[in-house]
């Protein structure tokens, strides 16, 4: 069965330092999300790409968070410099376009500013 | 805007009783609307969709959903609960009409106790 992966799956890392995680969503699905939960909370989008193009990223922190998807394909998630509250789980989902397809999530990076 | 509620944050129930988690939606169009499982430390799991059509909606482990219009309610549902199916449940809500978007509620804690 066809999985979004995601790495790494744990990330500790000190204050001010840049951290990236990575993603590759289901082969074929064009829609690639990025999500922020925080702990005992639902997911929060940050940033949605179509194939390459961003078509949302208004909850994304920019000056501190970056994304991109170069080919359109795999993902990645960069945040510099990283904050104490920027300790969550980041989790990638995919989806094909159409608007009544689910969305496939990865397991997620659970992600420690210390 | 589009939204969706979870009015507990947690339901108790014992094992082999019904069990039902609620969910109430928000939106300026037709709803496409999603059940989704987490177990600890691990991403969404799907449950079951409902787009159009029958109101009650069966999905994986024996979980099935009641869209009700009138109530603006998908409330999810199990005949005989398990210890297995304590977990976080999350109800979502896609924005045909927003780039797609996918809103999340904010999760409800099933405690299945023997």
């Known amino acids: 069965e066809a999985e979004v992966a995601q790495s790494p799956r744990y990330k500790i890392t000190e204050k001010s330092q840049a951290v990236a995680f990575w993603c590759d969503p289901i082969s074929g699905h064009a829609t690639l999300y990025w999500y922020r939960q925080i702990l005992g909370q639902g997911p929060e989008l940050l940033v949605q790409?179509?194939?390459?193009?961003?078509?949302?990223d208004s909850q994304l922190p920019k000056d501190r968070f970056s994304a991109e998807r170069l080919k359109g394909v795999d993902s990645t998630l960069k945040i510099q410099p990283a904050e104490l509250g920027d300790s969550a789980m980041y989790l990638c989902?995919?989806?094909?376009?159409?608007?009544?397809?689910?969305?496939?999530f990865g397991q997620g990076t659970r992600l420690t500013v210390v | 805007a589009q939204s969706v509620a979870q009015p507990e944050d947690q339901v108790n129930v014992a094992e082999g009783n019904p069990l039902t988690v609620k969910c109430t939606y928000s939106?300026?169009?037709?709803?496409?609307l999603f059940w989704y499982v987490q177990y600890p430390n691990r991403g969404l799991q799907f449950l079951l969709k409902y787009i159009t059509g029958d109101n009650l909606v069966k999905g994986s482990y024996g979980f099935e959903a009641e869209f009700n219009k009138s109530q603006t309610s998908f409330h999810l549902k199990k005949p005989s609960a398990l210890v297995s199916d304590s977990a976080l449940y999350f109800c979502?809500?896609?924005?045909?009409?927003?780039?797609?978007?996918?809103?999340f509620g904010s999760g409800t804690k099933l405690n299945v106790k023997p």
């Open positions: 989902a995919s989806s094909v376009k159409q608007g009544a397809a689910e969305a496939f």
């Open positions: 979502a809500v896609r924005d045909t009409r927003n780039f797609n978007k996918f809103y």
């Open positions: 939106v300026s169009g037709n709803p496409y």
């Open positions: 790409f179509q194939d390459e193009s961003v078509v949302d």
